[in-house]
């Protein structure tokens, strides 16, 4: 068995500067994840992962918007495989979308749970089916483009390839991390991991929503 | 629900396929591993391909389980591939070869990248990534302006 990993004093303070400017920037601290990046990448390898994702972020967010960003972000690590980054990032684009438009998107944190059970092809067939609306259709040719990628069955190449990649490969590097967290993580346990997080009044709005929504149709 | 089934078998010279479907708990890698044990023998280094395409469900305690196998093929230091067609397969794997420490094994979705890992002795999981997004970004800042999108919620 692997020995308990001890973090020496800098890597402490290190930490504690993490868990306070996540707390700040989404409302929660990721605990588990930011100890596992220092562990795994040091201290250096920590702040250029840090940097680097949140450049890819930006980058997304300019060419995609805040919300389709969050959802594209969730999706790719959800076809990856991790629980902490679905649910947090699929979170944030679903109370995102509430936020600004008042109304559930038809993707959220439980969906993306039931997704997780799925074999590639019936997501795709769940996806069609949750996104078949003709506001959601920009989103879905994105996840279904970035799910091809993922496969590596895409033809032919479409301009936003270069975003979906980046996309995919950011969120592969954060999963080699996430994944200690994001294999036992659950929708109930899950917070957004975005600064909507902070917005807590939006967060119960969305939950009640989101309850009455679900209780008043089970399936 | 299908019940479990396995079978290893020598697929090429220095690459064994171990192939398991249906629903997998803890108790059933015991046998995978004493087969393919025996099937490496001697050889260090060869490609293990596990097609997990078939699997429907697996408990995530047999993570644990499945951990020791892979810290086991690490230490031979043998490259390998898991393929799988589900997520949540595919992240139960993903914590084992992270808590292997296995830099050598990879899970993907599809049949063929996968043999490709196999095949490029010499490539690391985490480095690959790394330099992987350090180029597309490099690609993506060169172009300057944002791309077609425009960066509107559409």
């Given amino acids: 068995m692997r020995a308990e990993w001890k ?3 800098a890597e402490r303070v ?25 562990r795994v990448m040091g201290i250096r390898g920590t702040l250029r992962y840090t940097a680097t994702a949140l450049k890819v972020t930006k980058l997304l967010e300019g060419e995609f918007g805040g919300i389709t960003a969050q959802f594209l972000i969730g999706l790719a690590s ?36 039931d997704l997780f059970e799925m074999t590639d092809a019936e997501i795709r067939e769940k996806l069609e089916r949750q996104l078949r609306q003709p506001e959601h259709q920009r989103l879905l040719l994105l996840v279904l483009r970035m799910h091809d990628l993922y496969l590596e069955c895409a033809e ?4 936003e390839d270069p975003y979906l990649e980046a996309c995919l ?20 346990t899950s917070t957004p991991n975005h600064p909507v997080g902070r917005d807590r009044a939006t967060l119960e709005r969305f939950e009640r929503a989101r309850r009455e929504a679900r209780s008043a149709s089970p399936a | 629900m299908t019940t479990f089934d396995y ?22 890698i015991s046998p995978v591993r004493g087969e393919l044990t025996s099937l490496m023998g001697d050889d260090r280094q060869c490609g293990v391909l596990f097609d997990l ?3 429907e469900r697996c408990a995530v305690p047999t993570r644990h389980v499945l951990l020791e196998l892979q810290r086991q093929l690490a230490e031979r230091q043998c490259r390998t591939a898991y393929v ?64 077609q999108g425009g960066g509107q919620d559409r």
């Fill in chain 1, 156 to 159: 032919g190449t479409w301009p």
């Fill in chain 2, 7 to 28: 079978r290893c078998s020598r697929s090429l010279e220095r690459q064994i396929s171990v192939k398991l479907c249906g629903v997998v708990t803890a108790d059933d």
């Fill in chain 1, 169 to 188: 490969w950011m969120w592969r590097w954060t999963t080699e991390c996430s994944i200690v967290d994001g294999i036992t993580r659950t929708p109930e």
């Fill in chain 2, 84 to 147: 799988s067609n589900r997520p949540r397969i595919r992240g139960i794997i993903l914590w084992v070869i992270h808590q292997a420490d296995d830099e050598c094994a990879k899970v993907l979705g599809t049949l063929e990248p996968a043999e490709r890992w196999i095949q490029n002795e010499g490539e690391e999981r985490t480095p690959q990534v790394a330099s992987t997004v350090t180029r597309l970004l490099d690609r993506l800042t060169g172009r300057g302006a944002t791309g």
């Fill in chain 1, 78 to 113: 959800l076809f990856i495989g991790c629980g902490f980054c679905t649910y947090g990032h699929v979170m944030a684009g679903a109370v995102l979308w509430f936020r600004e438009r008042g109304e559930l998107h038809p993707l959220d944190h439980y969906v993306a749970r």
């Fill in chain 1, 14 to 38: 290190v930490l504690r500067g993490l868990f306070l400017l996540a707390r700040m920037a989404q409302g929660s601290e990721a605990r588990l994840v930011a100890t596992e990046c220092v």
């Fill in chain 2, 53 to 55: 395409r078939g699997v």
């Fill in chain 1, 7 to 9: 973090p020496n004093l």
